[in-house]
């Protein structure tokens, strides 16, 4: 049950990008703050868009 | 003992998929409960994925964990990260499930449940779920290409141009046809109207709360966004119930298509952050919240199909859409069974998160299959309502008549027995004015859906709400694709644009994005303008080349995916991808050519024009017999662009299993994996 919530939470957390932001994070070597959120979003939501979603 | 054991579990699982799809297919007259139609799919696709994902897995496709996947060689931890299987299933599933596995089997019931249920089921097993695990595999061994690179790499220049147009012009039939769907779902419904546009200044508030007031927060953003949701539903009641504020909310269809194009250029105008991504993510968390939710209440209710297995209408005189059991049914269920547009997912985002090679089975197979009972329980929903009420909600008046009187009397007479009385009922228990001609299957899903949900849990008292939340789970995910698809369109108009003027290619230059935008709302918006002013409905016309374009992009999917396994293995397996690609090529050129030619002026575009010019003249008739005859054109320009493909594709198949043409394969190289095993 307890392994069924941590992957119910990590698919959740990766639907809404909240794991991606720490991979960019470590990938950076940056610590979180507004203005890096905002530059990880600038980035990665751009690059989301110009992706098709299917019917 | 284990290996016994399992065998014997394997055959009572297929015994059990072969006994209920028995009783499905040979009961007559008496309701069949939909947990047949459940225990049916479930077993099938257990059985589907265990011996013939297993198969093409091993066998076809040989995937290798010891090779290691884009995720692992070209990681970034941006595009490229290995993760975890299921959290790309999730994924996945998310970025494929939409609209269409709702609506499509929804239409599709006027045939009556079996042959949409058994398209749903075979299709997906043997057709779509290939599909998109064939190319998720040849996205994989070619560092997450697109299916337009492949298509160009493996088949051509020609190939590779063919299927940016056809997407291209597929999206545009996509977009006008789920804006109608929406269009008619909130027409004269102030409650409806009022809950979805409610939600644009909720994403709004959403975008400025994640990007300054809580950065990063988005699952507790996501948590507040349904909060804010789920109370305009109970605001959209109040308005519904007041005189004076009702009027404010109640809208023509012409009113709402204009609305929903001007929204749709300032979603692909505006910042990202400011609505698109919020609205995302709220739709993500709601579909698939509801999708497990209607799963339960299935199962939970276990509703009788009022529906007949067949009805008179798959002789072609359907009052949603015209057009025989063959090829209409297999058209317009599209995504459920075979969806070409999930091949863009497949060489999209997943390939560049797969871990290892052998999870693109639960992924890409897998996934599919997941879809296609989301078409499912669409069906069950949608068999489980009286079939008079169906009908009564999905008929336009330019075939049952004008008047609840005539409507009813006309649904009545075809043998689905419904009275005025009836539909008053109903409208007044779901809180609308009315529930007649209201095309476009979106109302009577919601109105299955409500009364499974009814069933479940809250009582009648409750149906109004469900039936409202169900309209705002529709609504809120298909303008979801509908901001998320025009931004895509702009995007792919400006990357072919640059050719011709770089400074239009630029997406940070104003003027190119604002008049790109333009031009993808202004296509988009005239096929939506034309089905709402379509006396027939609009959907009789839009979702039949909606369902020919995306089939004949499977078409393309499927021709790659052939000349994959042409290369890796000469003609011995070139069945599993040619078999569905053989039926889809037939399909979609018998509906293409039907809709094209055919003489009844319901079904032939063509016909249609005929008996308008023969008739008295004015600017709407002018108007319609041009947009009959541009519905004819787009089908054939998708069809020459299919044959172009098909042509390009036969042409080196036919070279390489001669031996005049090498048979090149464009894989990365084998690089040996270090990844541990528990990714």
Not at chain 2, 59 to 70: I, K, S
Not at chain 2, 227 to 237: E, H, K, R, W
Not at chain 2, 254 to 277: E, H, K, R, T
Not at chain 2, 387 to 397: I, K, L, R
């Amino acid at each position: 049950m307890k392994r069924f919530l941590g992957t119910l939470m990590a698919i959740l957390r990766e639907i809404a990008d909240e794991n991606a932001y720490q991979r960019h994070l470590k990938v950076h070597g940056a610590v979180h703050s507004g203005e890096e959120w905002r530059r990880f979003c600038d980035e990665h939501w751009n690059a989301t868009a110009r992706r098709p979603r299917c019917c | 003992m284990n290996r016994f054991l399992g065998r014997i579990v394997w055959a009572l699982i297929s015994i059990l998929a072969a006994v209920a799809m028995g009783v499905i297919v040979q009961s007559r007259g008496e309701p069949v409960n939909s947990l047949w139609l459940i225990v049916a799919s479930v077993c099938t696709y257990l059985v589907g994925y265990r011996f013939y994902g297993c198969f093409l897995a091993a066998r076809v496709m040989a995937l290798d964990d010891q090779r290691a996947t884009p995720a692992e060689r070209l990681r970034d931890g941006h595009d490229f990260e290995p993760t975890n299987r299921w959290i790309v299933l999730g994924h996945h599933f998310a970025a494929i499930a939409g609209p269409g596995p709702l609506v499509g089997p929804t239409l599709a019931a006027q045939f009556g449940y079996l042959p949409g249920a058994l398209w749903i089921i075979v299709g997906a097993v043997l057709g779509g779920a290939v599909q998109d695990f064939v190319v998720l595999f040849g996205s994989i061994r070619r560092d997450g290409k697109s299916l337009g690179q492949m298509a160009r790499e493996e088949i051509g220049e020609i190939g590779g141009f063919t299927a940016l147009i056809t997407v291209l012009l597929i999206m545009i039939i996509l977009l006008a046809v789920v804006a109608l769907v929406v269009v008619n779902a909130l027409k004269g419904s102030p409650w409806g109207t009022f809950t979805i546009a409610a939600t644009m200044p909720i994403a709004v508030f959403m975008g400025f709360y994640l990007r300054y007031w809580r950065p990063g927060k988005v699952l507790e953003c996501s948590a507040l966004g349904f909060v804010l949701v789920m109370a305009s539903i109970f605001g959209g009641q109040a308005i519904s119930n007041s005189a004076t504020l009702a009027p404010w909310f109640t809208y023509s269809g012409v009113a709402l298509a204009l609305a929903l194009i001007i929204y749709g250029f300032f979603a692909s105008a505006l910042p990202v952050w400011m609505l698109l991504a919020p609205r995302g993510y709220l739709s993500t968390f709601v579909k698939l919240g509801v999708v497990f939710l209607l799963a339960a209440g299935i199962l939970f209710v276990r509703p009788q199909l009022q529906l007949a297995p067949f009805t008179r209408f798959v002789d072609g005189t359907g009052p949603i859409f015209a057009g025989k059991i063959f090829p209409f049914c297999f058209i317009t269920i599209a995504c459920g069974a075979v969806s070409g547009f999930h091949a863009l997912i497949s060489s999209g985002t997943t390939p560049k998160l797969l871990a290892k090679e052998r999870h693109a089975l639960s992924v890409g197979y897998g996934s599919m299959l997941l879809e296609s009972f989301v078409a499912m329980m669409a069906l069950i929903a949608a068999a489980s309502l009286q079939p008079g009420v169906f009908f009564a909600v999905n008929s336009p008046a330019g075939i049952v008549g004008a008047t609840p009187a005539a409507a009813t009397a006309t649904i009545t007479n075809w043998g689905f027995p419904v009275t005025p009385a009836d539909m008053e009922t109903l409208a007044s228990d779901v809180g609308e004015k009315s529930l007649y001609f209201r095309t476009g299957g979106a109302p009577s899903l919601a109105l299955g859906m409500a009364h499974i949900f009814v069933g479940s849990s809250g009582g009648r008292a409750f149906l109004g709400f469900w039936y409202h939340f169900a309209i705002m789970f529709e609504a809120l995910f298909i303008l979801t694709i509908l901001d998320a698809g025009t931004r895509v369109g702009r995007f792919m108009l400006q990357e072919l644009l640059g050719h011709v003027s770089p400074k239009l290619g630029r997406t940070n230059w104003m003027p190119g994005i604002m008049l790109t935008s333009a031009a993808v709302v202004a296509a988009w918006g005239y096929f939506l303008y034309q089905g709402v002013r379509d006396p027939l409905g609009g959907i009789n016309s839009l979702w039949p080349l909606f369902g020919i374009s995306n089939q004949l992009l499977a078409a393309i999917a499927l021709c790659v995916a052939t000349t994959i396994l042409i290369k890796m293995h000469g003609a011995r397996y070139m069945w599993v991808t040619c078999v569905p690609l053989s039926w889809l090529v037939v399909v979609c050129f018998t509906a293409g050519w039907q809709k094209i030619f055919a003489a009844a002026p319901a079904l032939g575009f063509l016909a249609q024009a005929d008996q308008l010019a023969a008739g008295p003249q004015t600017a709407e008739t002018a108007a319609l017999i041009f947009n009959a005859r541009l519905d004819a054109a787009v089908t054939g320009v998708f069809m020459v662009l299919v044959t172009t493909i098909l042509i390009d594709s036969i042409r080196i198949w036919v070279g390489i299993l001669r031996g005049t043409r090498e048979a090149t394969l464009t894989e990365s190289p084998f690089v040996l994996s270090r990844l541990a095993e528990e990714v």
